[in-house]
C-alpha cells in the first residue's frame, strides 16, 4: 500500500495565484481530512469528507478555499486567490475506523 | 465551541528520564486519538481511547483516559532519542474534531 499520496511536494507561488493540492486517499477508506499546520496556529482541520460527502467545512478560513472530492480516490484543496498568509504545509489524511493516515504534506509558500 | 488544552508545550529531559503529556478538553468527549510527529515529517497515529478511566500501553508508553472523559495522558517511560518528536492529542467531542497544540519532545543523549 503507497498509503496517502498528496502533490505537490513543495508549491511556491506569487500572491494572487490559484494554487490547486491534491490528494489520493488509501484505497478503502471512507473518510478523508484536510489539515492545515503552522507554528502559530498548529494543525487545524479544514474540511472532512465521508463517502465523498463534505461533513464539516466549519474550518475552512474564507471563500478563498474550497475542497473537492469527485470520487473516492481523488480529492482537491483549491485556494483562489492565494496569499501570504495561507503559507502552510497542507496535510491530507484518510481513514476507516479508528486510525488517520496522513500524508507527507505539501508545503505552500505564497510570495 | 470545542477546545482542548494540552500541557507543556516543550520538554526537554535526559535520555532515560521519563515525559508525560497531558491533554485537557472543556467538554465530555467520545474518543480521544493520540499522534506523533517526527521532526519535518507527518502526525503518525498511536492509539485511541475511547472507555472512561481506560488505560492501553505499547512498550514504554502509557496513554490513560479520565473518568470523566474530559482529559487525557500519554507517559513514555524511560525515553529514548527516538522518541524525539512532537506528541499531538486529538479530541472528538460532539461536533468537532480537534488537535491540541501538540507537546514538543527533546531529548539529550
Known amino acids: 500500500d503507497a498509503g496517502v499520496i498528496q502533490s505537490p511536494r513543495h508549491e511556491v507561488t506569487e500572491m494572487g495565484q490559484e494554487v490547486t493540492l491534491r490528494c489520493k486517499p488509501i484505497s478503502g477508506h471512507d473518510y478523508l481530512f484536510w489539515y492545515r499546520q503552522t507554528m502559530m496556529r498548529g494543525l487545524e482541520l479544514l474540511i472532512y469528507f465521508n463517502n465523498n460527502v463534505p461533513i464539516d467545512d466549519s474550518g475552512m478560513p474564507e471563500d478563498r478555499f474550497s475542497a473537492k472530492m469527485p470520487n473516492a480516490s481523488f480529492s482537491t484543496l483549491k485556494i483562489q486567490p492565494s496569499e501570504p498568509r495561507d503559507s502552510a504545509v497542507y496535510f491530507c489524511?484518510?481513514?476507516?475506523?479508528?486510525?488517520?493516515?496522513f500524508g507527507s504534506g505539501t508545503r505552500l509558500t505564497v510570495v | 465551541g470545542q477546545q482542548v488544552m494540552q500541557i507543556p508545550q516543550y520538554q526537554h529531559v535526559q535520555e532515560g528520564e521519563d515525559f508525560t503529556t497531558y491533554c485537557n478538553s472543556s467538554?465530555?468527549?467520545?474518543?480521544i486519538q493520540w499522534y506523533k510527529q517526527r521532526p519535518g515529517g507527518h502526525p503518525v497515529f498511536l492509539i485511541q481511547?475511547?472507555?472512561?478511566?481506560e488505560v492501553k500501553k505499547q512498550k514504554r508508553l502509557t496513554f490513560q483516559f479520565g473518568e470523566a472523559k474530559k482529559n487525557s495522558s500519554l507517559h513514555i517511560t524511560a525515553t529514548q532519542t527516538t522518541d524525539v518528536g512532537t506528541y499531538f492529542c486529538?479530541?472528538?467531542?460532539?461536533?468537532?474534531?480537534?488537535f491540541g497544540q501538540g507537546t514538543r519532545l527533546t531529548i539529550n543523549p
Open positions: 467538554t465530555t468527549l467520545s474518543n
Open positions: 486529538r479530541i472528538q467531542g460532539a461536533q468537532k474534531l480537534v
Open positions: 489524511a484518510s481513514s476507516f475506523g479508528t486510525a488517520s493516515t
Open positions: 481511547l475511547v472507555k472512561s478511566g
